[in-house]
């Protein structure tokens, strides 16, 4: 785990093994969202990037009765 300093401008550097991990390069979106007290950075991706990521995952999936 890394730890990053905020700047008197408010910004932080994304350490160069998380960047790395998750791709992410300059010009690139990140939502930033506060939940219970913590921040969190999600990388937008586009819905192109995103084809296939689900493939194989079915959509029959087993109700129960009063939700038939």
Request: glycine share 8%.
């Amino acid at each position: 785990m890394s730890s990053v300093t905020v700047s008197p401008k408010f910004q932080v550097v994304i350490p160069k093994a998380a960047r790395e991990s998750l791709r992410i390069r300059p010009g690139h979106k990140l939502q930033v969202v506060v939940f219970a007290g913590q921040l969190r950075f999600i990388p937008v991706r586009p819905l192109k990037e995103l084809r296939g990521a689900y493939r194989g995952v079915g959509s029959n999936v087993e109700r129960d009765a009063d939700r038939i």
